[in-house]
């Protein structure tokens, strides 16, 4: 059995969002055409080209922490996904793509999502994540730049969008220098100097 759908064995239920119309569920290998679609009108593909590309290329998402949000018919409206990453030997969690299909965006997808996503991460007991993008959306979840400060990328960074949130505290104390990918290897992935072209692969399962 691999890694993505053992993930599904333990994948906790739906979660409803009440007259919303639409619930938070686990991602699985059959979302991903969709989700891809999503990306692409939400972030365009440029999305490709984001330094955060190249802590996710060739890894799977940490167990249990990619999500999505459907509507009443199932469709996929929104994605989210976390991946282990470290520095100084200190482990956290990655946050990233976050995307809302762009009809549904201002609706409270987005932000069910973000709740989800980091009540799970709590459940499972990680102690810190980590992402970048836009800090005046990010703040309400309480990702701030300063737990950052000693941080840094594999790749160009606006530090006012590097963000962090410790689920535990004092969970990146000693975290310093730059952040590596620690997760899970995808299988099949292919080789490649680009990170867009080395997206995580889907298993057959
Ligand atoms: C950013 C995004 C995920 C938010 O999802 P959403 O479902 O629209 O958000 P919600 O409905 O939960 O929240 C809406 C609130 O967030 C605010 N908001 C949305 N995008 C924002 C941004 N980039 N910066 C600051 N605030 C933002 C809205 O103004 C609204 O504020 P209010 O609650 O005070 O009215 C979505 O707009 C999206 O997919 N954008 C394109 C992809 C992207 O940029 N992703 C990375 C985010 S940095």
């Known amino acids: 059995m691999n890694q993505f759908v053992a993930n599904r064995l333990v994948a906790a239920q739906p979660v409803a969002t009440g007259a919303a119309g639409f619930v938070i569920d686990s991602e699985r290998p059959a979302d991903e055409k969709a989700r891809e679609r999503l990306l692409d009108r939400a972030m365009g593909p440029e999305r490709r080209r984001k330094t955060c590309e190249r802590l996710r290329a ?7 922490l990619a999500l999505v949000a459907r509507d009443a018919l199932g469709r ?37 999502l973000m709740r989800e996503a980091l009540a799970r991460a709590s459940a499972r007991g ?10 005046p959306y990010y703040a309400r979840f309480g990702f701030s730049p300063r737990l950052t400060a ?18 535990k505290p ?8 730059c952040l590596r990918a620690s997760g899970a290897k995808a299988a099949f992935a292919r080789v490649s100097r680009r990170p867009a072209l080395t997206m995580p692969a889907r298993r057959a399962s």
């Open 170 to 177: 004092g969970a990146l104390d000693g975290a310093r220098g």
């Open 126 to 135: 990680h102690g810190a994540v980590i992402l970048v993008g836009d800090a």
């Open 58 to 64: 060739g890894r799977l998402p940490a167990d249990g």
């Open 150 to 167: 000693a941080l840094d990328l594999p790749g160009p960074v606006d530090r006012a969008r590097f963000l962090a949130l410790e689920l």
């Open 76 to 112: 996929i409206i929104g994605t989210v996904r976390l991946w282990h990453v470290q520095a100084a030997g200190v482990q956290a969690l990655m946050l990233g793509p976050l995307a809302v299909d762009p009809w549904w965006q201002g609706h409270g997808v987005g932000g069910a």
